[in-house]
């Protein structure tokens, strides 16, 4: 069975300092992968996604940026965190091709920055 | 531009009875439309999907309509039960890689 792993699942972070999330798939190869963010009283925006090794598709200008450096790990990160980047960040995998059953998630990493 | 839009934010259910949950789109290219069910400091968790070709789909206690000359998607859970409890994400298909969600719609069940 697949399962999605992410880390850590609370942050707290000074203004300024960077920022890494990694997320990593089990049981799946070559699988879509997504960063979400969920902020406060927010629906769940579309960050980045990658369908392979090195393809990264930014979908909201930001201060953050992704990596896929293998098939199953995908890695968000910033160099200079803001106040508004606080949120709950999900990562999250779905398959390719017909039988579509949309995404498994993550249990999410709640960031603080203070 | 907010492609998938839940305009109630929050909803109040007594147990037992039927909660429906409201979801429009406006991008009449979406062709699968899916619920998604979120507790707090988790992440949100498949519930019930739709294709565009239909108008209904049943899954226990849980249905789902597509109306789509009114680009509007519901969800019906018969009878609420207070585990039904959370956020519910509506979530439309873009292209073959990308899910497009609403902002959410807290369900509370009331005993």
């Known amino acids: 069975s697949q399962t999605i792993h992410q880390w850590p699942a609370t942050l707290v972070q000074p203004v300024g300092s960077p920022l890494s999330l990694e997320c990593t798939v089990e049981?799946?190869?070559?699988?879509?992968l997504y960063w979400y963010r969920q902020a406060a009283g927010r629906g769940l925006q579309l960050l980045f996604y990658?369908?392979?090794?090195?393809?990264i598709s930014s979908e909201v200008p930001q201060n953050l940026s992704a990596s896929r450096p293998q098939d199953r790990q995908f890695i968000l990160s910033s160099k200079k965190l803001l106040l508004s980047d606080s949120g709950f960040y999900l990562c999250?995998?779905?398959?390719?091709?017909?039988?579509?059953?949309?995404?498994?998630f993550g249990s999410g990493t709640r960031l603080t920055v203070v | 531009d907010q492609q998938v839009k839940q305009n109630s934010p929050s909803l109040s259910v007594q147990e037992g009875r039927i909660s429906i949950l409201n979801c429009d789109y406006t991008?009449?290219?979406?062709?699968?439309f899916l619920w998604y069910k979120k507790y707090p400091a988790e992440g949100p968790t498949f519930l019930i999907s739709i294709s565009s070709i239909k108008d209904k789909n049943e899954d226990g206690r849980f249905t789902v309509f597509l109306n789509k000359s009114a680009k509007h998607l519901s969800l019906h859970i018969v009878p609420s039960q207070p585990g039904d409890s959370a956020v519910y994400f509506c979530a439309a298909r873009q292209g073959a890689q990308k899910l497009v969600f609403g902002q959410g719609t807290r369900l509370t069940i009331n005993p």
């Open positions: 999250a995998w779905s398959r390719k091709g017909q039988g579509w059953y949309g995404y498994t």
């Open positions: 990658s369908v392979g090794i090195g393809q």
């Open positions: 049981g799946t190869s070559n699988p879509n």
């Open positions: 991008n009449s290219m979406f062709d699968y």
